[in-house]
């Protein structure tokens, strides 16, 4: 009898060690504090605060509102998001923007809806220097 005690003992100690270490824990991805222009927005990842420029965009100052109004309503408050650091630009994050869920960044969606251009060479977006 305490021969299969042991064993059932020893069987639910493997299964929870399985459990603790195969199952990942959950991911959080960084989520959207707030726009504060049509190329800067807050994003926050649980515990810090980033203000992040997009990648690669040049808005008119005539589209400014209507650039900032077109992110509002694709990122709404805690809309979650991926970064791809593409290097940084006077102290800020410089990142490609991509919604969850989403097929394109924030930067190519702007320029898809004729609210910006493309304004970075490609030598630019790989550095990753400091201007």
Known sequence: ?????????LVRI????????????????????????????????????????????????????????????ELPRRRRVNLRPQGSDKGLLVAEVTPLGEPIDLSQGLIAAGL??????TAEMYLGNDK
Not at 116 to 121: D, L, Q, R, Y
């Open 1 to 9: 009898m305490s021969g299969s005690w042991c064993g059932d003992f």
């Open 14 to 73: 493997a299964c929870i060690s399985v459990l603790l270490f195969v199952v990942s824990p959950t991911v959080y991805a960084a989520e959207v504090l707030q726009v504060r222009s049509s190329s800067l927005l807050q994003i926050g990842d649980r515990n810090r605060t980033y203000t992040v420029k997009l990648s690669c965009l040049s808005v008119d100052p005539a589209h400014e509102d209507d650039a900032v109004n077109w992110l509002r309503h």
């Open 116 to 121: 910006g251009k493309s304004g970075c060479s």
